[in-house]
C-alpha cells in the first residue's frame, strides 16, 4: 500500500519517497511495525481474551507448574497472524507471487488452527478438531504451494554455473529466468539437486517427475514442519523463540538469495522477484519476538494451535520458496526432534504392547521437553537450552552453504 504511495510520491520528485525502492528500508520498517502492534494490541488482546474468559484448558499430565496456567488466555496467535498480515500490506509490493503464497500460507493455516482452538474453547472439546482434519488442510495447502510454483511463469531462478579459472573457481549465472526443480543440498560440492536428475530413467518425462515429486516433497515440508511447530509449543515461549530464531535465518538466507552478487558468492542459485519474501520474514520475527513479551515465562497468554500451526507452516513454505527445503532437518532440528520423540515413542509402545503384553516407553513423557519437565529440570532453563540449541543449528546452516 505505502510502496505504491511512495513511488508514486518520488516520480513527483517528493524527498524521501525513493527511500521505499530499498528492500532493506522496507524491511526494517516491517519488523518495526510488527513488532509495534504486538506490543501495543497484545495487552489489550490479553484482556479481552480475560473478559471473554477464552482460557487454555489444561489436561493433568503431573508435570509441575502444569495446573497453575489453567485458565491463561489462549488464542493469542491471532496477535502475531495480524502483526505479520498489516504490515505485509503496507510496505510490500502486493503483485509479488512470493508475497501472496506467503499471505495466503499465513491465513489459511491461521485459520485452521483457529477453529481447532474454537473447538476446544467453546466447545469444551479438549480434543479439539480430529486430527484427520487438521491433515488434510496441510495437505491441500501443501498441494496449492506445490501447483502454483509448478504453473505461475513468475516462479523462476538463475541456475549458477561453477566454472575454473586460473585454478579459482569462478561462479556465473545463466542469461535467462527458467523454471527448475533445482533445490540446495547441503554438504555437496555443487550445492544444488535437481529433483529431475532422480527421474533421468524416465526420459523425456524427467522433468515432469521431477515436478510430481517436488510438489509431495511440498506437501510432507508443509505437514511435517506444521506439526512439529504444534508439538513444540508445550512450554512458555519454547514454540515462539525457536520460529524467531529459524525466521532470522530465513531471512537470511532468502536476502542471500535475492542479491545476485550473494548468491554468486556462495554459490547458490539465484531467484529473482524473491526480495518481497524479505519484508515478510522480518514481519513475521518481528511478530514472534514481540510476542515473547507476553509469551515468555511465566506466560500471561499462550498463542493455541491458531499461532503454532501457522508458524510451522509459514516456515515450512517460506523454505520451499527459496529452495532450501532440504536445509530443514538441520534448521528446523528443534522440531523435528519434537516430532520424532513422539513418533518413536508411540511405535515402541504399541511394539513393546505386542510383544510383551505391556507398553513401554522410550521417554518418560513426549513430546521430549516433558521428558526433561519430568527430570526434574525447570521450565525456564529447558526453553532456554532449546534456544542455544536452535541458535546452534541455525549458524550450522549458514555455514553448509560454504562446506562443500
Same mark, same amino acid.
Not at 517528493?14 to 524491511?27: D, E
Not at 502483526?83 to 495466503?104: D, Q, S
Not at 520451499?320 to 515413542?345: A, D, T
Given at each position: +500500500? %505505502?510502496?505504491?504511495?511512495?513511488?508514486?510520491?518520488?516520480?513527483?520528485?517528493?524527498?524521501?519517497?525513493?527511500?521505499?525502492?530499498?528492500?532493506?528500508?522496507?524491511?526494517?520498517?516491517?519488523?518495526?511495525?510488527?513488532?509495534?502492534?504486538?506490543?501495543?494490541?497484545?495487552?489489550?488482546?490479553?484482556?479481552?481474551?480475560?473478559?471473554?474468559?477464552?482460557?487454555?484448558?489444561?489436561?493433568?499430565?503431573?508435570?509441575?507448574?502444569?495446573?497453575?496456567?489453567?485458565?491463561?488466555?489462549?488464542?493469542?496467535?491471532?496477535?502475531?497472524?495480524?502483526?505479520?498480515?498489516?504490515?505485509?500490506?503496507?510496505?510490500?509490493?502486493?503483485?509479488?507471487?512470493?508475497?501472496?503464497?506467503?499471505?495466503?500460507?499465513?491465513?489459511?493455516?491461521?485459520?485452521?488452527?483457529?477453529?481447532?482452538?474454537?473447538?476446544?474453547? %467453546?466447545?469444551?472439546?479438549?480434543?479439539?478438531?480430529?486430527?484427520?482434519?487438521?491433515?488434510?488442510?496441510?495437505?491441500?495447502?501443501?498441494?496449492?504451494?506445490?501447483?502454483?510454483?509448478?504453473?505461475?511463469?513468475?516462479?523462476?531462478?538463475?541456475?549458477?554455473?561453477?566454472?575454473?579459472?586460473?585454478?579459482?573457481?569462478?561462479?556465473?549465472?545463466?542469461?535467462?529466468?527458467?523454471?527448475?526443480?533445482?533445490?540446495?543440498?547441503?554438504?555437496?560440492?555443487?550445492?544444488?539437486?535437481?529433483?529431475?536428475?532422480?527421474?533421468?530413467?524416465?526420459?523425456?518425462?524427467?522433468?515432469?517427475?521431477?515436478?510430481?515429486?517436488?510438489?509431495? +516433497?511440498?506437501?510432507?515440508?508443509?505437514?511435517?514442519?506444521?506439526?512439529?511447530?504444534?508439538?513444540?509449543?508445550?512450554?512458555?515461549?519454547?514454540?515462539?523463540?525457536?520460529?524467531?530464531?529459524?525466521?532470522?535465518?530465513?531471512?537470511?538466507?532468502?536476502?542471500?538469495?535475492?542479491?545476485?552478487?550473494?548468491?554468486?558468492?556462495?554459490?547458490?542459485?539465484?531467484?529473482?522477484?524473491?526480495?518481497?519474501?524479505?519484508?515478510?520474514?522480518?514481519?513475521?520475527?518481528?511478530?514472534?519476538?514481540?510476542?515473547?513479551?507476553?509469551?515468555?515465562?511465566?506466560?500471561?497468554?499462550?498463542?493455541?494451535?491458531?499461532?503454532?500451526?501457522?508458524?510451522?507452516?509459514?516456515?515450512?513454505?517460506?523454505?520451499?520458496?527459496?529452495?532450501?527445503?532440504?536445509?530443514?532437518?538441520?534448521?528446523?532440528?528443534?522440531?523435528?526432534?519434537?516430532?520424532?520423540?513422539?513418533?518413536?515413542?508411540?511405535?515402541?509402545?504399541?511394539?513393546?504392547?505386542?510383544?510383551?503384553?505391556?507398553?513401554?516407553?522410550?521417554?518418560? +513423557?513426549?513430546?521430549?521437553?516433558?521428558?526433561?519437565?519430568?527430570?526434574?529440570?525447570?521450565?525456564?532453563?529447558?526453553?532456554?537450552?532449546?534456544?542455544?540449541?536452535?541458535?546452534?543449528?541455525?549458524?550450522?546452516?549458514?555455514?553448509?552453504?560454504?562446506?562443500?
Amino acid at each position: +500500500m %505505502f510502496y505504491y504511495l511512495f513511488n508514486y510520491l518520488d516520480k513527483l520528485d517528493v524527498a524521501g519517497a525513493g527511500m521505499f525502492k530499498y528492500i532493506s528500508f522496507r524491511s526494517a520498517l516491517a519488523f518495526i511495525f510488527s513488532l509495534l502492534i504486538v506490543l501495543v494490541l497484545g495487552k489489550k488482546m490479553i484482556q479481552f481474551l480475560q473478559k471473554k474468559q477464552i482460557g487454555e484448558i489444561i489436561r493433568d499430565l503431573d508435570l509441575a507448574g502444569q495446573m497453575s496456567k489453567k485458565g491463561t488466555p489462549t488464542m493469542g496467535g491471532v496477535i502475531i497472524i495480524l502483526a505479520i498480515i498489516v504490515p505485509c500490506l503496507f510496505f510490500g509490493k502486493l503483485e509479488n507471487i512470493y508475497l501472496i503464497l506467503m499471505l495466503i500460507t499465513t491465513v489459511w493455516l491461521g485459520f485452521l488452527g483457529f477453529m481447532d482452538d474454537y473447538i476446544k474453547v %467453546f466447545k469444551k472439546d479438549k480434543e479439539g478438531m480430529p486430527g484427520r482434519y487438521k491433515i488434510v488442510g496441510q495437505i491441500v495447502l501443501g498441494l496449492v504451494i506445490g501447483l502454483t510454483l509448478y504453473m505461475s511463469d513468475d516462479v523462476v531462478i538463475r541456475e549458477n554455473i561453477t566454472a575454473s579459472v586460473a585454478n579459482s573457481e569462478v561462479v556465473e549465472f545463466g542469461s535467462k529466468d527458467v523454471k527448475s526443480t533445482q533445490t540446495t543440498i547441503p554438504f555437496f560440492k555443487n550445492n544444488n539437486l535437481d529433483y529431475a536428475d532422480l527421474f533421468g530413467f524416465m526420459g523425456e518425462h524427467a522433468q515432469l517427475c521431477g515436478w510430481i515429486f517436488f510438489v509431495l +516433497m511440498t506437501i510432507f515440508v508443509v505437514t511435517a514442519v506444521s506439526n512439529g511447530a504444534n508439538l513444540t509449543d508445550g512450554l512458555d515461549g519454547l514454540a515462539t523463540g525457536t520460529s524467531a530464531i529459524i525466521g532470522t535465518t530465513l531471512g537470511i538466507l532468502a536476502y542471500l538469495s535475492g542479491h545476485f552478487e550473494f548468491a554468486g558468492y556462495l554459490n547458490i542459485m539465484y531467484i529473482p522477484h524473491s526480495e518481497e519474501l524479505v519484508v515478510f520474514i522480518c514481519a513475521f520475527v518481528g511478530a514472534t519476538i514481540g510476542f515473547l513479551w507476553y509469551n515468555s515465562y511465566p506466560a500471561q497468554v499462550f498463542m493455541g494451535d491458531t499461532g503454532s500451526l501457522m508458524l510451522g507452516g509459514v516456515i515450512a513454505v517460506f523454505a520451499i520458496l527459496i529452495h532450501k527445503e532440504l536445509l530443514i532437518p538441520i534448521l528446523c532440528g528443534i522440531f523435528v526432534v519434537e516430532n520424532l520423540s513422539v513418533v518413536l515413542q508411540v511405535s515402541y509402545f504399541k511394539r513393546t504392547k505386542k510383544k510383551y503384553g505391556e507398553g513401554r516407553r522410550l521417554f518418560l +513423557m513426549a513430546p521430549l521437553h516433558h521428558h526433561f519437565q519430568k527430570l526434574g529440570v525447570p521450565e525456564a532453563k529447558i526453553v532456554s537450552r532449546f534456544w542455544i540449541v536452535g541458535i546452534l543449528l541455525a549458524v550450522l546452516t549458514i555455514v553448509t552453504l560454504k562446506m562443500r
